[in-house]
């Protein structure tokens, strides 16, 4: 694995606003085509997840396509002619390239950004149509997007402010209950930071904010990596346990505060909840309508009824 390098870091907004700073990903051959087509002809299509998706970012309308018999060659043909997001989820424990790619790049950051401390990452390859784009959403996680290929816009918008995300969607996103698109409306734009990415700049923002993005005029390819620390960590379980409070006794409107005694006696209460079976937490429901198609307007098709 070459040496991957970080560059112009802004080391005092890092995890606290958005940024745009420099790598060097963009010239790996772990990122061309023959490279990709082979890692999708070998990677576990559990972990891929094909997505299509309208025009309107107001109205969100994404749609899972199957996969399976599809070549990695004609994957990224049904992407390069079509409407298709593809998640590639995982990369780093199917492949141990990326694995010591991310590595690196939470070396370096570790290296560069006083205080930052991550204890885990991971990290899922983007590979996604032109003009293709990404709902407005919040993860729970805190992450950083590596662009490679391609041309693409992204707003963030204001972290933790409920004018952008209501509290109770942060608390489902984090319960894992709640995809992580929300509610958009135009409006919302005023209060964004625009960045248009060129292959090699990286874009990173405070932990669950809301951010959107569409592709521009080609291919685009990116790394999604996500990062855990005690602060994040503390941050998700102090979530989880306002929607237990909230769900099961009615409470709402409770302290997001992430120390302090009624921050552990919530979270100590939840987890023991949890394990005696008060809390149980309904899994997210992915259901495939389409199915991809290399030569199909869209890269996809209809299922059959």
């Known amino acids: 694995m070459p040496t991957v390098r970080l560059f112009d870091v802004n080391k005092a907004d890092f995890g606290r606003k958005p940024l745009v700073a420099s790598h060097n990903l963009h010239e790996l051959d772990l990122f061309t085509d023959a490279a990709l087509i082979d890692l999708l002809d070998h990677f576990p299509r559990k972990n891929l997840h094909a997505l299509t998706m309208g025009a309107d970012p107001s109205r969100i309308e994404n749609r899972l396509a199957l996969h399976d018999g599809v070549s990695g060659a004609e994957l990224l043909q049904a992407v390069r002619n079509g409407r298709l997001w593809l998640n590639i989820t995982r990369v780093d424990r199917a492949d141990r390239r990326y694995r010591a ?75 894992g209950v709640r995809h992580e698109y929300l509610p958009y409306e135009h409006v919302f734009d005023r209060a964004a930071v625009v960045y248009d990415l060129e292959p090699g700049q990286w874009v990173a923002w405070p932990q669950n904010a809301p951010h959107r993005v569409t592709n521009l005029d080609s291919v685009n390819v990116s790394l999604s990596t996500e990062h855990f620390t005690r602060q994040s960590r503390q941050r998700a379980r102090i979530y989880v346990a ?27 209460a939840q987890r023991l909840a949890r394990r005696a079976g008060l809390d149980r937490l309904p899994a997210k429901q992915h259901t495939a309508s389409m199915r991809v198609d290399p030569d199909a307007p869209g890269g996809v098709v209809a299922l059959e009824e």
Do not use: C
């Open 101 to 175: 790619l991310i590595d690196q790049l939470y070396v370096q950051l570790a290296q560069q950004v006083p205080g930052f401390l991550p204890d885990f990452s991971q990290g899922t390859l983007l590979i996604s149509s032109p003009h293709a784009l990404v709902y407005y959403h919040a993860d729970g996680p805190a992450s950083v997007l590596w662009h490679i290929r391609g041309r693409k816009r992204v707003w963030v918008y204001p972290a933790l402010d409920e004018r952008y995300v209501r509290r109770e969607h942060l608390e489902d996103i984090f319960a």
């Open 242 to 268: 306002n929607r237990f409070f909230r769900t099961r006794l009615g409470l709402r409107g409770l302290s997001t505060r992430e120390e302090g005694p009624a921050a552990l006696m919530k979270t100590v």
